[in-house]
């Protein structure tokens, strides 16, 4: 069974890779690029990519530690933390209580085009 932390890690990779993809083409036509913000809720992961000693909780992903480390050291991505509170993915990803889930239904910007106006 992965942790939660191996399972943030692998997503944080993931995503890593895809703005890299992303960026290939406007690097190309000479445009020049922030870094692009990713929102990361697992303090662990936060911790691991900005720090590179690695330890027993890395030994399954150490390579992907490398990957996320290198691109942030290069500017290709900028980690911020985030509240799991604030994490708008999990409207789509959680059950959630009703308070939290019209929280974050109302931070998407979705309509409701059956209701009445």
Known sequence: MRSSFEAEYRAL??????????????????????????????????????????????????????LVHDKLLSGLIKLLPIASAQQLVDVYTKALALGAFHFIFSKLGINDIHSPT
């Open 13 to 66: 990779t993931i995503v890593t890779g895809e703005i890299q993809w992303l960026t290939y083409l406007p690097h190309d036509f000479g445009i020049i690029h922030k870094p692009a913000l990713v929102f990361c809720d697992n303090k662990s992961a936060l911790h691991i990519t900005a720090n590179p000693d690695f330890h027993e909780r890395t030994n399954h992903i150490e390579i992907y530690c490398h």
